[in-house]
């Protein structure tokens, strides 16, 4: 069974970086567009960005652009989302799934993903 494991938060002050990483052991990553979302208390879930399969082309929130970057590391398997100038509205649950369009979106689907994990926890805070 499909399972999405991501890593990498922490809480970290405005101003710091994190480095995220989405990884699916058993699983290769590289053929499907993998989006990374978050979700803050209270608040409706997000996209964040996007990468395609094999790294075709990438998307980003404007929120995010200009300070995240979307990767891949296939000799790893990973999707890692590296994150600087964290702001205090960064602030969240960041969770990666694997999309069933090959398409990028930033709007998670309304009938679901492939598979997501169960996210990590990035708090950005002085």
């Known amino acids: 069974q499909l399972q999405l494991v991501e890593s990498g938060g922490g809480t970290v002050q405005p101003g710091g970086s994190l480095r995220l990483s989405c990884a699916a052991p058993?699983?290769?990553?590289?053929?499907?567009?993998i989006g990374w979302f978050r979700q803050a208390p209270g608040k409706e879930r997000e996209g964040v960005s996007c990468?395609?399969?094999?790294?075709?082309?990438?998307i980003y929130a404007d929120s995010v652009k200009g300070r995240f970057t979307i990767s891949r590391d296939n000799a790893k398997n990973t999707v890692p989302l590296q994150m600087n100038g964290l702001k205090p509205e960064d602030t969240g649950n960041y969770f990666c799934a694997v999309l069933y369009s090959s398409d990028c979106i930033l709007t998670y689907p309304s009938y679901g993903v492939r598979s997501r994990g169960r996210g990590t926890l990035v708090t950005v805070s002085s």
């Open positions: 058993g699983f290769t990553l590289e053929p499907y567009a």
């Open positions: 990468v395609g399969p094999s790294g075709r082309g990438t």
